[in-house]
């Protein structure tokens, strides 16, 4: 979810909860996680990485 939301900062929930086959409300969720472990922000629309996730979407090995 992170590379999703890093590389698609301000796409609607709706299309990126889709992107991952996901439902939207579980994917809001999930965000609301990230969002509480001070890993992204919310935007009007969308999401984007905070610095801390974009520091640890950094630290990841690439899949």
Not at 21 to 37: A, M, N, S, T, W
Not at 44 to 52: F, I, M, Q, T, W
Request: glycine letters at 8%; aromatic letters at 4%.
């Amino acid at each position: 979810m992170l590379r999703l939301i890093g590389a698609r900062q301000a796409t609607a929930a709706a299309e990126l909860s889709a992107s991952l086959g996901l439902d939207q409300p579980l994917f809001k969720r999930r965000v609301r996680q990230l969002k509480e472990l001070g890993l992204t922000e919310s935007l009007a629309v969308g999401y984007r990485l905070s610095p801390r996730g974009l520091a640890l979407l950094a630290a990841l090995p690439d899949d």
